[in-house]
Nanobody, 123 residues
Framework: QVQLVESGGGLVQAGGSLRLSCAAS????????VGWFRQAPGKEREFVAA???????YYVDSVKGRFTISRENAKNTVSLQMNSLQPEDTAVYYC?????????????????WGQGTQVTVSS
């Protein structure tokens, strides 16, 4: 049974940092493209970042230079380091996995999802 579990969310002041982690069981992350998505209240789920099997990384423009996605294959985890957080980053953040090395920003291309972790940035 595939399970993705996010952790590391919380409440932080603007300008602060958080590190989200996604731990997988039932699949081996090294064979997957892993993405982070977020959904704010009243908004659609949006792509944030992705890392493919060769460790190439992709980001939505609004987080470039502030967020860093990385993977630790030995621990079967993927992390999202978030710096210089702003109130507009407030959302539920989801980890998702897509088998193979194809990069995608579309949520429909990711077949496995975590339950999400809340990130709240106060002004």
């Amino acid at each position: 049974q595939v399970q993705l579990v996010e952790s590391g969310g919380g409440l932080v002041q603007a300008g602060g940092s958080l590190r989200l982690s996604c731990a997988a069981s039932g699949l081996t992350f090294s064979y997957y493209t892993v993405g982070w998505f977020r959904q704010a209240p009243g908004k659609e789920r949006e792509f944030v970042a992705a890392i493919v099997t060769n460790r190439d990384t992709y980001y939505v423009d609004s987080v470039k230079g502030r967020f860093t996605i990385s993977r630790e294959n030995a621990k079967n985890t993927v992390s999202l380091q978030m710096n210089s957080l702003q109130p507009e980053d407030t959302a539920v953040y989801y980890c998702a996995a897509s088998v193979g090395s194809r990069y995608s920003r579309s949520a429909t291309d990711f077949g496995s999802w975590g339950q999400g972790t809340q990130v709240t940035v106060s002004s």
